[in-house]
């Protein structure tokens, strides 16, 4: 998309940097910023560069940032933030957040994401997040004047449209059913490449071994001496490449983990779809109800129990001014609650159209980036064999001319 804003503006988050400041509870705490430089691709005057600006921003805001994106479009699939806290992490990774490894991940997924915003047709015209890219002071404060929190649906809410629709969309709970499958799927990948990455480890290491032996030998050998220590100079190096291949690995290993978090963002898509049928069917049921309480009023049948019904055979019928005046009320209200629910079926088609035109858009993306994760990790393998081999052979050489 031409006029999307990742065409008009260069987006990194180049830097992190370890802070001690005080929270909102007035108590001392480390954390980390992150440095974001942001700068124009059109060309200034005489063909200089745009400056870059530049400002810092802590994860809580990147998380209010998605918060405010996912409730404010809710149709949208708002693409994941990185993980807060490492996960499917192999023995040697280490699992804090302040860990400089882990910490220059997230960066790299925080920029990402940013550039997962700026690239989307729509999400990238939001002035709130052009404002979180540009504008380093105030920007919470434009955040909370949306109001983005009170349209924020309740769980308790959601609970309910999940058990009590009675006519769900099947294409939705479809999608629902393949966002779980999805998450699954990934999620024993991640587990089956960490222990993988672990015995891998352990494997090399130990040809670490291979060199202190041959090394030993050629101390006590004339003229098998060199080619020994040459060999064992071979299994130092191999020993030693594991470090370089695990770290590579650990890219391919984040971009599977994008989309462990896509599946949760594709479930909240099905949830919202799932409350507004939710509240639909509540209107047609409401409606439907106040109809018979005026057929009832107006025939003096009363076709269900009712406690009215009860009552008005107790303590006597009501006055024929009475009746009227609540069948007036009814009828202003039957007159209100089907405009509401035309409206609502309006919402719900709207709803409907919008969410699946970008469902099909992160299909397409989704298949894009897991077919070359995949391919890549798979030319990793290659390589880190292809490097194997040439050890094995540069050993095999040295042992010929022995």
């Keep these: 998309m031409e006029d999307c804003l990742a065409k008009k503006m260069e987006i990194t988050v180049s ?24 700068r124009a691709v059109e060309p200034q005057s005489e063909g200089q560069c745009a400056p870059v600006d530049s ?17 404010t479009y809710p149709h949208i699939v708002v693409p994941p933030l ?4 490492a996960d499917f992490v192999w023995h ?57 929190q009170l349209k924020a649906d309740s769980r308790l809410k959601a609970l309910n449209a999940t058990f009590r629709v009675k006519n769900p969309d099947k294409r939705f709970t479809e999608l629902k059913h393949y966002s779980d499958e ?7 990948l991640l ?17 670490g071994n291979y060199g202190r032996v041959f090394s030993e030998w050629s101390a006590i050998e004339k003229e098998m001496g060199d080619g020994l220590q040459s060999a064992g100079h ?7 490449s594991i470090d370089d291949i695990l770290e590579e690995e650990e890219h391919y290993a984040d971009q599977l983990k994008e989309y462990l978090f896509y599946a949760e963002a594709l479930r909240a898509v099905c949830r ?21 309480q005026c057929e009832e009023l107006a025939t003096g049948t009363v076709r269900t129990f009712s406690l009215k019904g009860m009552t008005s055979k107790l303590f006597g019928q009501e006055t024929p001014e009475q009746r009227e005046a609540k069948i007036k009320v009814l009828e202003e209200q039957i007159q209100e609650g089907e405009e509401q629910l035309k409206s609502k079926n309006l919402e719900g088609r709207d709803f409907v159209k919008s969410a699946w035109a970008d469902i099909e858009r992160f299909k397409e993306q989704k298949n894009h980036d897991l077919k070359e994760a995949l391919i890549n990790y798979a030319v990793m393998q290659i390589s880190m064999c292809k490097k194997g081999i040439q050890v094995w052979t540069n050993a095999k050489e040295c042992f010929s001319k022995m």
């Design 92 to 148: 040697k990774l280490s699992a804090d957040n302040m860990d400089p490894d882990f910490v220059e991940r997230r960066r790299i997924g925080l920029e990402n994401f940013l550039l997962r915003v700026a690239s989307h047709p729509v999400l990238c015209q939001d002035k709130i997040f052009y404002s979180f890219l540009t504008q380093e002071g105030g920007w919470k404060e434009m955040v909370n004047e949306t109001g983005f």
């Design 234 to 240: 071979h299994m130092d190096v191999y020993a030693a």
């Design 182 to 188: 999805l998450q699954s799927v990934i999620s024993h």
């Design 15 to 38: 830097e992190a940097e370890k802070r001690t400041g005080r929270n909102a509870m007035n108590m001392q705490e480390t954390y980390t910023a992150y440095l974001i430089e942001t």
């Design 272 to 292: 919202k779809h799932e409350l507004m049928q939710y509240d639909l069917e509540m209107a047609a049921q409401d409606l439907t109800s106040k109809k018979q």
């Design 191 to 207: 587990r089956v490449r960490a222990r993988v990455a672990d015995r891998l480890y352990g494997v090399y290491k130990v040809h």
């Design 55 to 71: 400002l810092w921003r802590r994860y809580s805001e990147f998380e209010l940032l998605r918060n405010y994106l996912s409730v």
């Design 82 to 85: 990185p993980e807060k806290r």
